[in-house]
């Protein structure tokens, strides 16, 4: 069993909905990352939290430690928000991240 | 202020050849990781390096590869005697300080023929 799951896997939806994408974790962990991986391949750090809840512009992340648990909402979804959407953990002590295998989300115009 | 610099962005190798990746930190950026992202696979980390030093190399293949983070000059994970079982992704990441945000590279393609 992967350290970190996923899901879904692939996500596909209208221009304009809400998307969430959930990442659950079964290690104790000082860190978790979301990462938006473009078609391209370069990869951009969306948000880095430990606790509660970010947010910039349309995109929320959440947090639960006590159920090690989080959520990657976007709002007001859009075609440019087509990517893969990976979360990934570090664990106390240790500054390795492990990763999940990804989101493929694609938004229909 | 530019970004992670990483290069070459594709790279061509023949079985048996040496390819070394180059990654150049933001400017201020002490620590920088690599990870390696197979072919249809999830990233993996190979190893962590502050300069001079290297923190942690855990996820590194015991042969064949080595990664330098020199006081002057770019991050270097180099491959020796490359097969075809390295053709990969290759990211390197940097941040200003031990657990903080990365920022990422765009990646070298490697592919060994």
């Known amino acids: 069993k992967n350290e970190v799951e996923q899901s879904p896997q692939n996500l596909t939806a209208q221009e304009g909905e809400f998307i969430t994408i959930n990442c659950s974790y079964s290690?104790?962990?000082?860190?978790l990352h979301w990462l938006q991986q473009h078609p391209g391949g370069g990869i951009v750090s969306l948000f880095m939290?430990?606790?509660g809840k970010k947010k910039h512009g349309r995109l929320i992340a959440t947090i639960n430690i006590q159920e090690k648990h989080s959520s990657l909402h976007i709002t007001a979804s859009h075609p440019r928000d087509s990517a893969v959407y990976i979360c990934?953990?570090?664990?106390?002590?240790?500054?390795?991240?492990?990763f999940g295998t990804g989101t493929r989300l694609t938004i229909i115009p | 202020n530019a970004g992670v610099m990483q290069n070459p962005r594709h790279l061509v190798r023949r079985r048996g050849q040496e390819a070394r990746l180059r990654c150049s930190p933001m400017?201020?950026?002490?620590?920088v990781y690599w990870y390696r992202q197979l072919p249809e696979e999830g990233l993996k980390f190979m190893v962590y390096?502050?300069?001079?030093?290297?923190?942690?190399e855990s996820g590194m293949p015991k042969e064949r590869f080595s990664a330098e983070f020199p006081k002057e000059g770019p991050s270097i994970l180099r491959i020796q005697q490359v097969v075809r079982g390295d053709s990969a992704a290759y990211f390197c990441a940097s941040s200003p300080r031990r657990s903080e945000k990365l920022f990422f590279g765009s990646g070298t393609q490697l592919s060994v023929l």
């Open positions: 290690v104790g962990i000082s860190a």
């Open positions: 400017k201020g950026h002490s620590h």
């Open positions: 990934a953990v570090s664990v106390f002590g240790n500054e390795k991240l492990t």
């Open positions: 390096l502050q300069k001079e030093n290297i923190i942690d």
């Open positions: 939290l430990s606790s």
